[in-house]
């Protein structure tokens, strides 16, 4: 199975996520364009997912709600700057249960083609502070489940950088 | 002001990434470490401190001395503190996998006999 990697640099103010698809360039769009077949997919840790508006186009908005197995409701809402099909989405995202708006974020999706017809998508977030991207990726801790040390082995490869190995600690 | 002092502050600095690459192959003294970098001796130094404050280099004295080692545990704290939100997206996108699969026979199945399944 294709593998979600994440790109976290300390001290930034964004993000990137990478993940492959066995499916065109084209199909991959649609999935997160068309709010039928987002529904069907986009439902983190549980959630149940009500699409109030997703208006796919340069300047269309988008609201969606949330709500968690406690019954707690979790709104989010942006606009979509620009929609290109089949290679862009740049969007506005925000969410709105924080003690205080304006904690906006720009997100850019990125659509490459591969050969096989598979494609690679490119998330990058950017935050207006490293405390908000930082917050982000830590509200994954509070609503997830801690397993998998995988990640640490990326990092480490890339902090050697010049790939030697690091004797054991 | 509180000074941050954990291995995210360690590694927030891209000279301080490379002086735990280049300490974790083997120990170095300052002076080995210093002459990788076009940065001053004294900044270096003032980056050691930091990664040993940190924990994640230790300096052990050997006659006059004195040698870093990288102490690279606490950097499973970053992989622990990343790993949830990327799970909630892997879990998010396998979901997507299937959906795509269930896209993709359907459109085979149109394009083969012309009609929706």
């Not at chain 1, 906006?104 to 950017?126: A, F, N």
């Not at chain 2, 998010?92 to 399944?117: V, Y």
Request: aromatic content about 6%; overall charge neutral.
């Amino acid at each position: 199975m294709n593998k979600t990697t994440l790109q976290v640099e300390p001290g930034k103010q964004e993000l990137f996520i990478y993940r492959e698809f066995e499916a065109p360039r084209d199909l991959v769009f649609k999935a997160f364009t068309d709010p039928k077949l987002l529904a069907q997919w986009m439902n983190p840790c549980n959630m149940s997912l009500h699409i109030d508006q997703y208006e796919s186009v340069d300047g269309g908005a988008y609201h969606f709600t949330h709500t968690d197995p406690m019954g707690g409701k979790h709104l989010f809402r942006g606009v979509m700057h620009e929609v290109n099909a089949p290679e862009r989405l740049i969007r506005t995202f925000e969410y709105l249960n924080l003690p205080e708006r304006g904690h906006v974020v720009l997100d850019i999706l990125s659509l490459e083609s591969l050969p096989g017809k598979r494609t690679r998508l490119t998330i990058q977030s950017i935050f207006r502070s490293i405390a908000d991207r930082d917050g982000m990726v830590q509200a994954g801790m509070e609503n997830g489940v801690t397993e998998s040390h995988a990640l640490l082995d990326e990092l480490l490869a890339k902090l050697t950088a010049r790939n030697m190995a690091i004797p054991a600690v | 002001m509180q000074i941050r002092r954990d291995v995210f502050q360690a590694i927030a600095d891209p000279i301080r990434r490379d002086i735990i690459g280049l300490v974790a192959r083997q120990s170095m003294n300052l002076n080995s470490i210093a002459e990788n970098f076009e940065v001053s001796r004294p900044a270096i130094s003032q980056h050691i401190k930091v990664l040993t404050e940190c924990g994640l280099v230790s300096i052990r004295r050997q006659g006059r001395e004195r040698y870093c080692e990288a102490r690279l545990a606490p950097l499973a704290d970053v992989a622990e503190w990343m790993e949830p939100f990327r799970q909630m997206w892997d879990r998010q996108f396998t979901a997507l996998d299937q959906l795509l699969d269930r896209l993709k026979s359907e459109q085979t199945t149109k394009n083969n006999k012309n009609k929706k399944p």
